[in-house]
């Protein structure tokens, strides 16, 4: 039986934009710059909300507490901060923010 490897897929609206395979323990900035995808970082830890993006599928690794950049009402709309959240398998991640 062979197990498929989880990815990352990126996608600008409904235009695919890369593709990477999940690095193990990092966040989504790491697979987003293995696939040449860019994604504009500020604090790169959580704070200023720049690095935000939708999670169109899959599931990630969510703080008990959410980062200063993040809020409830965001990550209902799917809104995900790249720079410090994790994959917790294979997910489809539009890089525009969520709209609210
Ligand atoms: S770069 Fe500031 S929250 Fe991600």
Redesign the pocket.
């Known amino acids: 039986m062979s197990e498929e490897k989880p990815v990352i897929r990126f996608f600008k609206g409904s235009k695919p934009i890369g593709i990477a395979a999940v690095v193990p323990e990092a966040p989504l900035?790491e697979m987003a710059e293995i696939a040449g995808v860019e994604i504009p970082?500020?604090?790169?830890?959580?704070?200023?909300?720049?690095?935000?993006v939708t999670l169109l599928e899959g599931e990630v690794e969510l703080p008990e507490v959410l980062?200063p950049?993040l809020d409830d009402e965001l990550v209902q709309l799917g809104g995900m901060?790249?720079?410090?959240i994790k994959p917790k398998g294979s997910c489809d991640i539009d890089v525009i923010p969520p709209a609210w």
């Open positions: 900035l970082t500020n604090c790169t830890s959580g704070t200023c909300g720049t690095c935000l980062p950049g901060l790249t720079c410090c």
